[in-house]
């Protein structure tokens, strides 16, 4: 069973998706719940015609019992400077589930899209005590891809054949990793103003979106369920996503995003080499996430 607690724009996305692939039941919660009793009368009819899966809208989380996935979508307030304007928003609302997921899920994996995402992940794993490899905060990976996108863009190719990784902040102090890219399996090799230029572009990608369409909500809901799907189907899903570290890249008692495999049993943290400057920035990244932590 697979619980999306927040059923706005990306949490029913996100079941959306979930329920096309049929993934598993589904049960959205939403504090208004006829708004999660009405997404889930839509989705419910995109459940392929074999599948034996439900699809439900709760307020009531009781319903979340027996959950291999739980999904953190819940939103209060708005994005003005960067994603940390939701702290004061999110926080008490996060730390209100996270007691309702220790009580009726603690075996669940806790999936996190609601900003600020490091930040928030964090909350989750001391409110909640859940295992650490169990909360994964989905943000690094979107990230990635809007890498991928800004540097297809400077070479004048398609987006195939490139690999990029973003790691740090899913917030403006994230890290394109540039000395890992490739295209067609070979290394890439960028001038600085093209550095300049694409880590500007992936870390101010929500600006335009925020003004053109109010915010992410593709993008986040098929990242989301790419990790989802990797718990459900115990594949082996190499992404970028925040967990807590404990020394990993000499970084300690902070979520934010790096290389991990993830399959039923959770997240495993991958470390890569990286050159001195990008993990100068990551450590940078890793302290902007602990001061905004300070304010929970
Ligand atoms: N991590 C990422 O990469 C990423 C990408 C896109 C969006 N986001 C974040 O995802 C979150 C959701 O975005 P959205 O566009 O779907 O927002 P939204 O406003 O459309 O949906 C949020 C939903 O949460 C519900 N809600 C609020 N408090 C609740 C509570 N206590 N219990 C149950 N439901 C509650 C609201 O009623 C609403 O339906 C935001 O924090 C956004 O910034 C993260």
Redesign the pocket.
Known sequence: MISI???????SAIGFLSASASLDDIVL????KN?AMGEALDIVNVVPKNSTISVTGTDDYENIAGSQVVVI????GK?VTD?SD?IQY?IP?IK??SKKIERYASNAKVIV???P?DVITYCILQESGLSVKNVIG??SS?DSDRFRYAISKTLHTNQSGIESIVLGE?GNSMVPIFSTVKLDGKAIHFDKNQMTDITNEVRNYWRPLTELKG???FG?AKHSYDIIKAIMKNESLEVPSSVMLHGEYGISDVCMGVPLVINKNGASIKEIDLDDSEHDMLVKSSNVIKNNIKKI
């Open positions: 607690i927040g059923a706005g724009k990306v949490g919660v939403n504090r208004n708004k979508t819940v939103n209060a994005i994603r939701l999110n609302i209100d589930i899209i609601t900003n995402v989905m943000g979107l899913h915010a992410s909500v986040a």
